[in-house]
C-alpha cells in the first residue's frame, strides 16, 4: 500500500533505524539521516550496522523498494522524526545533567527543510520540555513555525524484540497543540497496531521518565533488601519468594547494580529537572549505584580472605559482564564495572560473557576455562548458560540469583 506523505527519520540508530525500516515498509517515502557516513553507505546497500533481530529483513526490502535512502543531509518531508542519542553529561556534577546538543543539533540541521503544515516528532528519550526546544531551536534558526505541529512520542522497544514492539506496542503521543496531538496520533495509528493514547507534550515526556524511574525504584528496594539481609544473616531470595507469596506483593529481584542506557540514565532527567522534590527518584538511583560498590568490596574481601587461608592469591571468574541476561550490551553495566574495578585493583580476574567474543583489558575464558581455574566465582549475570553450573569446591557469591534452584 502507498501512504502519500514522506517522512524524514534523523538518526538512524537503534530506534530511528527500525521505524524508517518499518515506515517504508508501511508504504511511506522515507529519507533517513546520520552524521555517520558508514552507517549511510550501509543501509543504502540495504544492510544494517546494529544488531537486532529482523531488521536486515525490513531494511533490506525497504530499500530494494526504492521507499528508503540514507544520507547525511535531510530532504523536504511532511513528517520529521528525531531520534538521537540523549545521554547524560559525564562530568563531577553528583546530579548528572542531560546532554541535549543531540537533540538541538537535530533541530537545526532539519531547519532548513521545514515548511508550513509539517509534523516534527521527538523520539528522543527527553526531559519535560524539550519538544518545546526543538520548535525554539526553529524559531532561532529563523523557521516561521506557526502553522508546524511538534510532538512527542517516546519509544518503548526492548532491544532484541524492536521490529515487533514497534508495531505491537501502545503508544502516548503529546503534541505542544491539540492539533499536533490529533494529527501525530493519526500518523502513528497507520503502522502502529498496539492503542495510540493521546496527551500533552509535557505529559508524554514525563511517561516515558517515570516509567523507567518506576523499575528503577523497584529494584532499589530489592538491593536494598539484599544489603539488609547479608547483615542478618537472611537469604534474600528465599525471603523474597516467601514475600512473593502474599498476593499484592511483586519484589523484584536484587542485582549488582543498574545499567544500560536507559534506566540507569532517565531518572536523572527527572531529577536534573527538580532536584528538591525528586527525593525518592535520586535516593533509588544512588541506592542502585551503591549496590554496585558493596559488590565490589564483597568480593575483595572474600578474595583477601581466601589469600589469608590459602597462602595464595586467588582467581576470581567474573560470570557476565553484558548490563542484563542473554545480551552482548556492555553500556552503563554494573557486572563491567565489578570486573573492571577488581582488575584495576591487581586482583586476578577471569572474565566469563558467553555474548561477547572479545573485550580490550579484561582476560575473556569460556564459562569451562572460567569455572575449572577460578578460586571464587561470582555471578554478576543470570545469562541461561550459567543456571545449573557445578562449582563444587568453589567460592560461589551469587549477585543475581543464578544458582536458586528454587
Ligand atoms: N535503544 C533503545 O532500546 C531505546 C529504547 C527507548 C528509547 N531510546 C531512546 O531513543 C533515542 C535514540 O536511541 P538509540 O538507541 O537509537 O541511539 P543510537 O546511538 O543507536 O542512534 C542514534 C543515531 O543518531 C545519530 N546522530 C547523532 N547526532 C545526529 C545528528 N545531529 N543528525 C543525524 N544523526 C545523528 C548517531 O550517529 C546514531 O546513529 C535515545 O534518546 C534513547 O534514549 C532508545
Known sequence: MQQDKKVCVI????????????????GYSVHGVDVNQHAVDVINQGKIHIVEPDLDTFVHSAVASGRLRAGTVP???????????TPFV??????????????????????????????IILESTSPVG??????????????????????YCPERVLPGRIMIELIENDRVVGGLSAVATEMTAAFYKTFVKGEVLKTDSRTA???????????DVSIAFANELSILCDGLGIDVN?????ANRHPRVNILQPGCGVGGHCIAVDPWFIVAKDPKNANLIRTAREVNNYKNRWVIEKVKNAALKFQIENGRAACIACMGLAFKPDIDDLRESPALAVAEALRD?????????????????????????????????????????????????KVVLDYCGATITA
Open 11 to 26: 538518526g538512524l540508530g537503534y530506534i530511528g533505524l527500525p521505524t524508517a525500516a518499518l515506515l517504508a515498509n508501511t
Open 75 to 85: 530532504a523536504p518531508a511532511d513528517v520529521f522524526m528525531i531520534c538521537v542519542p
Open 90 to 119: 559525564h562530568d563531577d556534577n553528583p546530579i548528572p545533567q542531560p546532554d541535549l546538543s543531540y537533540v538541538e543539533a537535530g533541530a537545526k540541521v532539519i531547519a532548513p527543510f521545514v515548511r508550513p503544515g509539517n509534523i
Open 130 to 151: 524539550t519538544t518545546e526546544l526543538v520548535r525554539d531551536t526553529l524559531i532561532q534558526c529563523g523557521v516561521d513555525v506557526s502553522s508546524v505541529h511538534f510532538s
Open 205 to 215: 515526556e514525563m511517561c516515558k521518565l517515570v516509567e523507567n524511574s518506576s523499575r
Open 238 to 242: 528465599a525471603l523474597i519468594r516467601f
Open 345 to 393: 585493583d591487581k586482583f586476578d580476574v577471569l572474565a566469563v560473557e558467553p555474548n561477547i567474543e572479545s573485550f580490550e583489558g579484561l582476560k575473556l575464558v569460556s564459562v569451562a576455562d572460567g569455572l575449572r581455574d577460578a578460586d571464587i566465582v561470582v555471578f554478576l549475570v543470570k545469562h541461561r548458560q550459567f543456571v545449573s553450573l557445578d562449582t563444587q569446591g
